[in-house]
């Protein structure tokens, strides 16, 4: 699949599958074409609404890893990423905190995760957020370290 074809009008595959670490370890991170799909749907349903709501481009920190990428990441073994239905990023000059909180309240999300963000700290964290094709559980979690609550602390 040739990595410059646009899933959605401002994301190609390239940003979704990028990944500093399989390059790295040389790992092969293409994904199976059935993941496509569900990556097209992370950004249709996920990142163009953020992108259109905070009007400024951003980039993905993490979408799409093989099993191998996610076992090199230290991933859940049941990490949403292995299946390109999961995505971590920020948005420049917006809180971790503030967009976590407004996708929260305007999208349709499977599992919605503020991660590792410190109060007062601004930038610190990343926002993990993933989406399905069928039901999805509108779970909202705030993980700190091993730290995990139900809906989204400061
Ligand atoms: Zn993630």
């Not at 899933?7 to 199976?32: C, M, Q, W, Y």
């Not at 059935?34 to 996920?46: A, F, K, T, Y």
């Not at 964290?125 to 609550?149: A, F, Y």
Request: with cysteine; glycine share 8%.
């Amino acid at each position: 699949m040739e990595p410059n074809i646009k899933l959605s009008p401002h994301f190609t595959l390239r940003e979704l599958v990028r990944s500093g670490k399989a390059i790295a370890l040389g790992i092969d991170n293409t994904p199976p074409d059935d993941v496509i799909n569900s990556l097209i749907i992370v950004c249709c349903r996920i990142l163009e609404p953020v992108r259109g709501h905070f009007q400024r481009p951003f980039s993905v920190n993490s979408g799409y890893r093989c099993p191998e990428l996610n076992q090199a990441l230290r991933g859940s073994k049941t990490s949403q990423h292995m299946l390109g239905q999961a995505v971590d990023f920020e948005v420049p000059g917006v809180a971790n905190y503030d967009l976590a909180m407004w996708m929260s309240t305007n999208l349709i999300y499977d599992q919605l995760i503020l991660e590792n963000y410190k109060s007062g700290d601004p930038g610190s964290g990343w926002v993990h957020c993933s989406i399905i094709s069928g039901k999805n559980r509108m779970q909202l979690l705030t993980i700190n370290g091993n730290r995990k609550s139900e809906g989204l602390i400061a």
